[in-house]
């Protein structure tokens, strides 16, 4: 139902503002897992190198 009233308007600005929240809602969690895999590795490689 959503698919088809995106594709049903002109403009296509509401489908790109969908698509855009989409990405960044999606990002979000990517990128707080890597940043806490980061502190992650720089802690065990900080105590290994002591």
Not at 4 to 33: F, H, R, W
């Amino acid at each position: 139902m959503c698919r088809a009233v995106l594709e049903s308007e002109d403009g296509q600005s509401t489908a790109e503002g969908v698509n855009n929240g989409i990405v960044y809602l999606m990002a979000i969690p990517y990128i707080l897992v890597a940043g806490i895999a980061y502190f992650i590795y720089k802690k065990f490689s900080k105590s290994k190198a002591e």
